[in-house]
């Protein structure tokens, strides 16, 4: 008997867009032969399972069950694919949790720190790994513009601590510029991160692991844009091109994935994640940030590695699914 596949979309963030993209690329990508695969749009108001174009069911929120043809539709998997609130930050994960039902990404503790920028990047210092020097700012709090430069020079980037796909991120080149960036990125959440600039090869690499020791590691995505950081037009409308596998010696190709496969321990990681790095001129990567829930359009970084590993996309969502169903 099929195993019903919930792909969770939504959440109640600017980054909406960018899950409702994922989710129609997870859909391409699970096989429909193994499992019936259903997309729910989870938001504040509003938790529904669509059954064809315009045509939704009521989640119940005791089971998150379903009506299909007034029959009962119990849900065995979900694969969230929320990016931001509540699907990045373990909330939903909690709830999941509470109710019994098996999900696709990390624990709820691991979703929560890695979520916040901030305290994901000291936790990982802590254990040796490069992180760029950085401020919190929680809304209300003051700093001078002199002693965020005196701390950090310019420029800086200036972004929401609990966000992502780049929303509310500014990149910051004069001191003029500062309360503009900060006042855009308490816009997008409840903190702001201030990080010291750090010029180099930007790179990503997933992996995933499964309870049967199982490691996958991915090929480097390098990724090159004429912008002025990987912001959202370089990342979802075209304007940077993604090299896969990266451009770089396979030592240091090596040295990164080893460094992402300790990390996803470390953190304590399960499901697929994802993790960005910036490589300075001295050959060093320095870790950027964690990515629990990893965009899953046909574009996205994860599907690229997949390919290049020469690896089916449809065996690893395969993977992923029945390692927390067994």
Not at 132 to 159: H, N
Request: with cysteine; charged share 25%; aromatic share 10%.
């Amino acid at each position: 008997m099929k195993k019903n596949i919930a792909i969770i979309a939504g959440g109640d963030s600017s980054e909406i867009v960018v899950s409702l993209k994922s989710a129609e690329g997870l859909y391409s990508f699970i096989d429909k032969e193994k499992y019936n695969v259903y997309i729910a749009l989870v938001k504040k108001d509003e938790w529904v399972v669509k059954l064809a174009e315009n045509e939704y069911s009521l989640i119940d929120k005791n089971d998150f069950s379903f009506l299909q043809n007034g029959k009962k539709v119990q849900v065995d998997f979900a694969y969230i694919t929320i990016h931001g609130t509540p699907g990045e930050d373990g909330r939903l994960q909690g709830y999941f949790d509470l109710i019994g039902l098996p999900y696709s990404s990390c624990s709820l503790l691991t979703s929560a720190i890695t979520f916040n920028k901030f305290v994901c990047n000291n936790y990982l210092k802590n254990f040796g790994v490069r992180v760029a020097d950085s401020i919190r700012l929680f809304a209300g709090e003051q700093m001078t513009e002199e002693a965020i430069v005196q701390r950090l020079g310019l420029p800086v980037f200036i972004k929401p601590n609990d966000g992502g796909s780049s929303f509310g991120v500014t990149k910051v080149k004069t001191e003029s510029q500062i309360r503009p960036a900060i006042a855009k990125a308490f816009a997008e959440g409840k903190e702001v991160i201030i990080e010291k600039y750090m010029e180099g090869t930007e790179v990503t690499c997933g992996c995933y692991k499964t309870k049967k020791g199982k490691e996958v590691v991915f090929p480097l995505t390098e990724v090159v844009t004429e912008n002025e950081f990987f912001d959202f037009d370089a990342k979802y409308n075209g304007q940077s091109d993604e090299i896969t596998p990266a451009r770089l010696p396979e030592a240091l190709t090596k040295k990164i994935q080893q460094q992402t496969s300790r990390i996803y321990d470390l953190l304590g990681a399960k499901g697929l994640i994802r993790v960005d790095y910036i490589i300075l001129a001295d050959n060093e990567p320095y870790m950027l940030e964690v990515n629990t829930v990893p965009g899953m359009t046909v574009a996205s970084f994860i599907p690229q590695q997949v390919r290049a590993a020469g690896l089916d996309i449809q065996e690893v969502m395969s993977d992923l699914i029945e390692n927390e169903l067994n």
